[in-house]
């Protein structure tokens, strides 16, 4: 660092020159800490350098760099690049893995469409190309930005590399004034194989080298590596590209951008799997990885009527190519415990080599995997149980968990055991249960249960959940078994994040946290002090909560006390719910006869009724059991852990801490049909019942599967039966598939 004068004492010369040194060591320094996680100066030293170059520049504003480091105090996010949020969501695709899911696909889209299948339908075939998606925005013809896919809403800025990609046009000509342009970067094997053999170090695969170099803080090393790009789809546009999938990608062409030239229109699902071989026959001759075939409906018109599931259109899917497999050691079996106690078996492998990745860890799935059987008992892989020094054969399909798919016999060690399941939890010492007709061992140890307690958090801070940044997998297992921290409950993640110094101390010096990242991951924390309720709610990592759920869920309530007061007051019904719902009587009622079975009804009545239910337990119940998307076992799973006392003062800690429960975004708020509870009944014949539900949701409605009090509209379609005469007795506004798609504008 060059010997430090008082500002006073610059000339103008000298206070420039040390703002372009300052510029360079503080980006060097961002680039040393943030892309390589390996910090060259401390937290102190740096301090010192954004000190003196915000003196500098307050001396002599003229001379402020325009990339100057001030400005990126603060804005730039835990990674270095500055966030770009998607208007319109970034997602990724359903899988298809074998040609039966080809056909699936085919006849659940004709079902949700209500198209007969003798009915014309088109789709478009392309490669995946294995890179990573971005996100090109261009107004007026003009590049503005270029973001990476992120968590799908939010991705990371990374223009300035884009720009340095030949294959990514600066400016269009004859294009919509806006468009985003949306493909993916990767590398080829020829650029590949050269940045290895003479680059700073060994990529592990080209999808890897082109992540690496596309997520350079500096620009110049992007240039350096050689990308490519591929065009296959767009964000927002200010005008329709066209008609269909195949001429909008023309279009795309049209304005300098590749598409990929293996591109193809298909008449029918044996259209699409004979395109899907030839692909695969071309697949080593093409110089550039790709994992598979998308398929796509071709008309825009059913793409938008099809819409889309929680992250994956309905209108397209990834057919991937078949797994890779290879044979190695099985050197030891473990048990990892999980979130909601299941005890899951994980193979430990002398690492193999598998099709590129290098594996060695593969899941066992359960007991009876293990011992050759399935989970009605029939034998599997012959009956071949699988024992630690087995020859195992692995089997790695996409960016699922690798398994172990077979087993050597012949090269079995003599003295080998068969391997016995754990009947204790090997973190907690509780008994861990196998329950009948339940395929995994569980915990029982809830709370007091180390491993469990720290899936949860893991789970609680994860991505879709509170998503903290600086707080991930690692530094929860570290925070946990720090007796200082004592992070042993979500709550205790925003304690430690009020601001005061003694907190900032605890974590400073803590392995790979200084000032300044200590600072950071608090100002995080502190972030999510206001959280969306459905993200609270999968937050919890209550078992059969999913996202999906948790958003239902969140729409139906709409508030936390709304939602815990139902699940309060439904909480005896739900022990009656089990109990009538036992596993023996569901498996008596099946192989009864007729007579049986109404007694058996009689049986699940007499639970339901006595002794009598407090007032408003059954309303309550039925009210959450009749949320669409909502079932009995979800309902029983969210009102028991609910209602355990340890996990209910965990929770009312957390929502102590929190400052704001945003409810979900109100969709569609101008819409005649916003907050309206609804339920189809009947055979709709203009479009399908998932069609129908999706579009009344997108609308701002809350479709329910069963007609209460707290139903606005029943629509009644053909042959509608007891629903209609049910809501007819309560008043219920009914009307026919006509006057509400009058009613929703067509
Ligand atoms: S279409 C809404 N087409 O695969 C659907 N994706 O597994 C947008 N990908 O995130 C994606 N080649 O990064 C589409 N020809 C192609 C693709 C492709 C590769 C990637 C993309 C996506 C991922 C999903």
Not at 393 to 422: C, H, M, N, W
Not at 719 to 731: N, R, V, Y
Request: aromatic fraction near 6%; charge should be negative; include cysteine.
């Amino acid at each position: 660092m060059p010997q430090e004068r008082p500002v006073e004492d610059l000339t103008e010369a000298d206070a420039k020159a040390e703002l372009d040194r300052l510029a360079k060591a503080i980006a060097a320094a961002d680039q040393a800490y943030h892309q390589n996680d390996a910090p060259d100066i401390t937290d102190a030293e740096y301090d010192a350098l954004k000190r003196r170059n915000r003196a500098i520049e307050s001396r002599f504003p003229e001379l402020k760099r325009d990339d100057s480091p001030s400005d990126s105090v603060g804005a730039a996010p835990a990674d270095g690049f500055g966030k770009i949020r998607h208007e319109i969501r970034m997602l990724s695709l359903g899988n298809a893995f074998d040609d039966s899911d080809v056909t699936d696909f085919d006849a659940r889209i004709r079902r949700y469409l209500g198209l007969p299948g003798d009915a014309p339908l088109t789709y478009t075939a392309e490669p995946k190309i294995d890179g990573l998606s971005l996100s090109l925005r261009y107004e007026a013809g003009v590049l503005v930005y270029a973001a990476t896919r992120g968590d799908g809403e939010t991705g990371e800025d990374v223009t300035a590399n884009a720009r340095t990609i030949a294959q990514i046009p600066q400016k269009l000509t004859g294009a919509p004034a806006v468009l985003e342009v949306r493909g993916e970067v990767y590398m080829t094997h020829a650029a590949f194989a050269d940045l290895n053999a003479n680059g700073p170090r060994t990529f592990a695969n080209p999808r890897n080298a082109a992540a690496g170099s596309l997520r350079q803080l500096d620009a110049e090393i992007t240039r350096a590596r050689p990308l490519s790009f591929f065009a296959y789809a767009w964000g927002v546009v200010s005008e329709p590209l066209a008609a269909t999938q195949f001429e909008a990608l023309e279009r795309l062409a049209s304005f300098g951008f590749s598409v990929n030239p293996l591109t193809r229109l298909c008449l029918s699902p044996a259209d699409l799997l004979t395109h899907y071989r030839r692909i695969e026959g071309d697949r080593p001759d093409l110089g550039y990885d790709i994992d598979g075939v998308v398929y796509k409906v071709n008309d825009l018109a059913l793409q938008a009527r099809l819409g889309f599931r929680a992250t994956t259109p309905r209108w397209a899917i990834a057919h991937k190519f078949p797994a890779e497999t290879a044979w190695t050691r099985l050197e030891a079996i473990d048990i990892q415990v999980g979130r909601t106690g299941a005890l899951s078996p994980v193979a430990r492998l002398a690492p193999v080599n598998v099709g590129g990745v290098l594996v060695s860890n593969a899941t066992l799935h359960n007991e009876d995997y293990i011992a050759g059987r399935d989970s009605q008992g029939e034998p599997i892989r012959g009956g071949r149980d699988i024992r630690v020094g087995d020859w195992v054969q692995v089997y790695r399909a996409g960016d699922v968990i690798p398994k172990i798919a077979d087993v050597d016999l012949t090269r079995r060690p003599a003295d080998s055991t068969p391997y016995v399941f754990e009947t204790t939890c090997p973190q907690c010492g509780s008994a861990a249960v196998r329950e009948p007709g339940d395929s995994t061992h569980r915990c029982t140890g809830g709370l007091i249960c180390p491993a469990q307690a720290v899936e949860k958090l893991k789970h609680f801070v994860s991505r879709n959940a509170f998503d903290i940044d600086g707080l991930g997998a690692k530094q929860i297992e570290m925070f946990f078994a720090d007796d200082v921290l004592s992070i042993r409950e979500p709550a205790d993640i925003f304690t430690l994040a009020r601001r005061d110094s003694s907190n900032l101390g605890k974590l400073k010096n803590r392995d790979g946290f200084g000032e300044r990242s200590a600072t950071k991951l608090f100002a995080a924390i502190e972030e999510r002090r206001t959280i969306p309720l459905a993200r609270l709610l999968f937050g919890l990592g209550i078992r059969h909560l999913g996202e999906v759920a948790a958003a239902d869920l969140a729409r139906h309530f709409g508030s936390w006390d709304a939602l815990i007061s139902t699940v309060d007051r439904a909480s005896p019904a739900a022990e009656r719910a089990v109990a009538a719902d036992s596993a023996e009587l569901v498996e008596r009622a099946r192989a009864a006869d007729e007579g049986r079975r109404a007694e058996l009804k009689k049986t699940r009545d007499a639970i339901w009724d006595d002794p009598p239910l407090p007032d408003g337990a059954r309303t309550a119940w039925d009210d959450l059991i009749g949320i669409e998307g909502v079932g009995s076992v979800l309902a029983v799973s969210l009102v028991t852990t609910l209602s355990q006392p340890g996990e209910r003062r965990s929770i009312n800690r957390l929502i102590a801490e929190l400052t704001e429960i945003q409810p979900p975004e109100a969709r569609a708020t101008q819409s005649p049909v916003a907050g309206k509870t609804v339920v189809f009944t009947g055979t709709l014949t203009r479009m399908t019942r998932a069609e129908a539900k999706a579009r009344a949701e997108a609308l701002g409605a809350k479709v329910a599967g069963s007609v209460s009090a707290k139903t606005d509209i029943l629509v009644a379609g053909e042959a509608a039966g007891s629903k209609a005469t049910k809501a007819e007795a309560l008043g219920i506004t009914v009307m026919d598939e006509d006057a509400w798609l009058a009613l929703i504008g067509g």
